[in-house]
């Protein structure tokens, strides 16, 4: 038998490995891959309107037996202040605000309900005050779940 030395063996070997690298079949080069723009940023999700909304806000001082209230433009300093809210559809647990500012901007009153409805209805807020109110014009401004809703109502306290 003969012998085959160390170096021999390793000659060989490098010459296999070089045959093989030269028998190894040339892939295509890939395409780059197309520039993609970064996506356009998500923006959240509005939140869900309630199913409920308003249909008219009256401000008065009397509330009648059908729970309407008569407009009034001009109320009394003595007058209790009546905010009259029609809403329409279904709630549940809803918050309905309602808020008088004073016309150097103060806030003369601020008040809620929670209204729980499945068809029309009324809800009247009502705002008195111990001593006379101050003469001068007031607004009244109507939330639903802190959104505003109904017109916005303008009157005057003589």
Do not use: H
């Not at 520039?35 to 939140?47: D, T, Y």
């Amino acid at each position: 038998m003969k012998k085959i030395s160390l170096t021999t063996t390793l000659m060989i070997a490098l010459a296999g490995t070089a045959a093989l690298a030269g028998c190894k079949k040339n892939e295509p080069t890939p395409a780059p891959a197309p520039e993609m723009s970064a996506p356009a940023p998500m923006s959240e999700p509005a939140p869900a309107a309630p199913a409920v909304s308003v249909t008219s806000v009256t401000v008065g001082n009397t509330i009648g037996a059908d729970q309407s209230v008569a407009p009034m433009a001009t109320l009394g300093t003595k007058d209790k202040i009546v905010i009259s809210v029609k809403t329409n559809g279904t709630a549940a647990n809803v918050n309905l605000a309602a808020k008088l500012t004073y016309q150097d901007g103060q806030v003369a009153g601020e008040q809620s309900r929670t209204l729980n409805t499945t068809d029309t209805g009324t809800t009247n807020i009502e705002f008195a005050n111990t001593n006379a109110w101050p003469a001068g014009k007031y607004r009244a401004d109507v939330t639903l779940d802190g959104q505003p809703a109904g017109m916005t109502q303008e009157f005057e306290v003589k």
